[in-house]
């Protein structure tokens, strides 16, 4: 599993880096064939909000790619949300394939 992690508009810290990374371990656990995960952390300065920290994670399974986005006031809060949605995608299909 080939993991690539951006941050844009800013510079993480080694900490948010470590944090997005071992929790990224836990998805080899629902799929055993990821190519590929991206994920993208993103300031939002546009609109002046509450909700500002956007996570983004694109996932590479063979002949799938799953995509999910979520914003909010912590880059931590955001990627939880957005790994859990991840999860429940893979699921899903996974479910829809064995059946």
């Known amino acids: 599993m080939n993991v690539n992690i951006q941050s844009v508009?800013?510079?993480a810290d080694?900490?948010?880096?470590e944090?997005?990374?071992k929790k990224l371990q836990k998805?080899?656990?629902f799929h055993e064939r990821i190519i590929e995960v991206n994920v993208f952390l993103k300031l939002d300065n546009v609109v002046h909000t509450i909700k500002?920290?956007?996570a983004e994670i694109r996932v590479h399974v063979p002949r799938h790619n799953f995509f999910v986005k979520s914003t909010s006031k912590?880059?931590?809060e955001s990627f939880d949300t957005a790994l859990d949605s991840l999860i429940n995608q893979i699921?899903?299909?996974k479910e829809k394939l064995a059946a």
Request: proline letters at 0%; charged letters at 40%.
């Open 19 to 21: 944090y997005v990374n």
């Open 74 to 76: 912590s880059f931590e």
């Open 14 to 17: 080694a900490k948010l880096m």
């Open 9 to 11: 508009r800013f510079d």
């Open 52 to 54: 500002d920290k956007i």
């Open 27 to 29: 998805l080899g656990t």
């Open 91 to 93: 699921k899903r299909k």
